[in-house]
Every structure is written in C-alpha cells, then in structure tokens.
C-alpha cells in the first residue's frame, strides 16, 4: 500500500463547457479579467459540437479561493451563453422566522453559488 | 401584494409582501390570474424537500397576463396572456438546445446545494426553494418571470385560464412521460396515480396510440375522472391484487411502459408501505420509493419505466435486480415541456386533451391555505385547487 500526499485542490483546474465559439467565450470573460492576475485560463474546443472548454485555475502565491474561481467561470458561462447572470434577490417573501434550519438554508444558500464539483 | 408563503411544516399563511420586480433585462412581471396546487407542493410543505425558508412564496403552475417586460424582451409584450413554463430556462445552454430545458445549466443560483445533493444542477424552477434557484412562486397577485421569451407560450384564443393553466406543468409533465417513455400504437401502458400528472400521462398515452392504458389509485373520485373523463382504465390497488391484476389485464406481460406519477409520499397498504413509511419517518430515508418499486415489477420484460413523481433524495429498497435482470430501461426527469406547450395548446384548443375537470376546488388567494389543506388529505374529491389571485 502506498501513501499519497492529497492533491492541491485550491490550484487544480477548474472548467465549465460553454454553447458557444471561442470568441464569443473571450468576449464574455469580464469575471474571470476581473480577478486580475491570480487567476489563469485556458480554452479548447469542446468535442461533439458542444463548444467551449474553459479552464482556469488559481497561480501559486495567489490569494484567490476556489469560489472565486467557481463564480467567475459560472458567470462567464451565462454571459456568453444566456446574455445575463442568474439572479433571485432581491426576492419578495413574507415572514422569515429565526429557526436553526432558517439559519441552516440561508448559510448554505450564501455559500452555494461558490461551491459544486467544479 | 398577496402571496401564500409556507411558515414551517404543514404551516401556510396568505401575507402581505413586496411586488416582485425586473432584475435582469430578459424578465418580465406577470400578474397572476389562475395559479393551481400541485402535489409536488406537498413535498415542501410537508417538509420532505427541507429547502424552503419560512417566508417564501409557494406555488409553479400558474398563468396570468404580462404587465411590465424586460429591455431585451423580444417575443412578448405587455397584455399577452400566457401560460409559463414552471422550469426557468435560458433557451441557449446545450441542455435547452437539446429540449431538456429542465437542466438548464444557467438559471439555478445555487449550484452548490444542487451539484452535493445530486452530482449536477438542475435549472431553476418557481417556488419551489432553493433546490431550484430560490425563485418566488406563482400563488401571489404578481411574479417576476426570467427567460419571459422563452418560458411564456400566448394562450390561444377559445382556450379558458381554467384549461391552460394545466399546460404550465400538469399536462407537459403528462406528455413526457408518454412520449419519452417511448410509447408506441399498441403498446399496453400502465400508469401509477390518478392526479393531474397521472391523468395527463394516461391521456398522452392515448393519443400516441397505446391500445390500452390502466392507472392504478385509490382515491374513487380520481379513477372516476379517468374512466369518465380521460377514457382509460382504472385500478384501486385497495380493492384487489395489484400485480396478478395488471399481469391479466396485459396478458401475462407486463406494461410496455410503466409510468410512475405519484412522487415520494406514495402510499401502499401492503408491507412494503408500512416499511417504507416507517423508514421516511424516522429519516432513515428521504423518499418513499413504493409506487417505482410497483412499476419495475409491473413492466414488461425490456420494457421502459419512466419515472414522473418527484423525489429528493435518497430511497431504500430499490429493486435493482428487476431492472438488470429484466433489461428495463429507467428514465426519470423533471419537465421538459418548452418544446411540448404550443403543440399541447392546440391539443386542448381542439379539445384532444381535456383538464378543466382537474380544477375541482376554484377559490381566492386568500383560502389558499384551506385549498391546500383539502388537497393534501384529498377531502372533498380535491383533486387540484386552483387559486385566484
């Protein structure tokens, strides 16, 4: 049996396949720019008619996090593809009550945009 | 406005809350004018989907008039009456491209809670918590629709809010699972519950030919309705053996395709319900998977099971040997119906598919909370409530 040292997962790439050219994914880059040089990115055309492959990573030194780059990619992805990023809030709703579980969901709905299998 | 908002489990309350607004230059504000229960609700409101936050607005298959767009709204336009899609789809990822606009990969803004629950994320839907995006739901005076081009269809002329407000969800839903269930002239389809859905399926079934549909229920006044009104088959499991049934009634085969419409909450009187109901309860289970469980066993051999009702999580008990041994093909899917609503319009224009019986219990916004409660303990022959805001 051999003992392997755990992967660096902060600075493995992370990648999304976007419905579109490559042009059309540089074009929609603005939230990957904006994380200025501590993120870096790569394309390639994606097999079957589905795209574009975009990968980018956080560079060593960096101060970046994962859901930094998991956010950025996403978005990236719906600028080119949809036009627009997702959004909910701010959303109309009645009483919010203080419960554990209310605390619960909205941690977890805080932290969700920035977390996945990317 | 007025919205029903969940307040904890089994806990409804109409409130007053803030108007939805624009947010993204592709949405719309619709004013709601027929919104329906749906019993994938119950889920949420029963707190088996524990994603809801008190507060949030219930409610995804409804339609209404648009009274404020978007500035890159093409397609639509303020005093179009129309029925909305409850998924939220942006039209342009592969997944909307390939008509499985249910995946939309760009409209649900918790990829996290979907990608931990189920290895992927599923798009947006209304008012179903933030396993869908978090969106506010339909059962209010007034909801903001993203995507408004590609998730409204115009109501066509002739057809009454009580008869598409059904093409929102119901009969798409139905269409699916027939369709994509594979049905074929003379196939022989059975079908798990006697709801919206179900009925919806059973119907689609016909159309596409099948030369004999069976739904199996026990409520009296849903296997009514089917035999009255949808012209199928009926089967109340609590009245006989439902399997040595459905294997005469197919002539020892089995179902071509078995559709299962009924979801995690499914009932059965036999020992594997008691189980399955003891498990749920005490959280050793998420779902309860009785009526999929029917449905391996009650297909044919290479036969196709497709999978409607909803479920959340984890089951137990799952029979994978039938599935293997009896080469079964399992699909399952939340609704894909963008591509199915204009073509399921016409169908109930020309009265091919019937669903103003559906709407048993009309009543304002304001008695939501009793329509849901006569709709979860199917009081009264509730089949559907449908609520005007």
Request: charged share 20%.
């Amino acid at each position: 049996m051999t003992s392997e040292k755990p992967r660096d997962d902060t600075a493995r790439w992370r990648v999304v396949t976007v419905q579109r050219s490559e042009a059309d994914v540089i074009g929609a880059m603005a939230p990957l720019t904006a994380l200025g040089y501590g993120v870096e990115t790569r394309l390639s055309t994606a097999p079957g008619d589905r795209g574009t492959e975009l990968a980018a990573r956080i560079r060593s030194g960096s101060q970046l996090s994962a859901d930094d780059v998991r956010v950025a990619l996403r978005q990236t992805k719906q600028l080119a593809e949809a036009g627009e990023i997702a959004v909910v809030q701010p959303a109309p709703h009645g009483h919010r009550k203080r419960t554990p579980q209310g605390a619960l969901l909205d941690a977890i709905a805080a932290k969700s945009e920035g977390k996945g299998v990317l | 406005m007025r919205a029903l908002t969940w307040q904890g489990v089994n806990t409804l309350a109409v409130e007053t809350v803030d108007d939805p607004r624009i947010l993204n230059p592709r949405d719309a504000i619709v004013r709601v004018t027929a919104s329906v229960s749906c019993g994938s609700d119950l889920h949420l409101v029963g707190g088996y989907i524990p994603t809801m936050r008190s507060g949030d607005i219930l409610g995804h298959e409804f339609l209404g008039e648009i009274v404020e767009v978007g500035s890159e709204v093409r397609d639509r336009k303020v005093g179009d009456r129309v029925v909305v899609n409850s998924f939220i789809a942006c039209g342009q990822c592969w997944y909307c491209q390939q008509g499985k606009t249910s995946l939309c990969d760009n409209t649900n803004t918790a990829p996290g809670l979907n990608d931990a629950l189920f290895g992927a994320t599923l798009g947006g839907c209304f008012g179903f918590g933030y396993t869908t995006g978090g969106y506010a739901g339909s059962h209010a005076e007034y909801v903001r629709v993203p995507f408004i081009d590609v998730g409204s269809f115009v109501v066509p002329e002739g057809v009454t809010d009580e008869q598409a407000v059904f093409v929102s969800d119901a009969v798409p839903t139905g269409w699916m699972g027939a369709f994509e269930g594979g049905v074929k002239p003379g196939d022989v389809v059975a079908v798990w519950g006697a709801g919206g859905v179900g009925q919806m399926a059973a119907r689609s079934a016909m159309l596409l030919g099948a030369s004999r549909v069976v739904v199996i229920d026990r409520i009296p006044e849903r296997l009514a309705q089917v035999r009255d009104v949808i012209g199928a088959e009926t089967i109340n499991y609590e009245e006989v053996d439902l399997q040595p049934e459905l294997r005469e009634l197919t002539g020892g085969r089995g179902a071509d395709v078995a559709i299962e419409a009924v979801g995690l909450e499914a009932h059965s009187p036999g020992i594997d319900g008691v189980y399955d109901k003891l498990k749920s309860n005490l959280r050793l289970q998420t779902d309860r998977p009785t009526a999929v469980r029917q449905a391996l066993y009650g297909a044919r051999k290479g036969g196709s099971v497709f999978v409607l009702g909803v479920y959340g999580g984890f089951v137990d008990t799952f029979p994978l040997g039938a599935m293997m041994n009896k080469g079964l093909t399992v699909r399952g899917s939340q609704q894909n119906g963008h591509q199915y609503i204009p073509m399921l319009l016409e169908r109930v224009q020309r009265g091919e598919i019937r669903t103003d019986h559906l709407a048993t219990h009309t009543m304002s916004l304001e008695d939501a909370p009793h329509g849901y409660d006569i709709f979860k303990n199917k009081e009264d022959g509730c089949v559907r409530a449908l609520f005007i805001p």
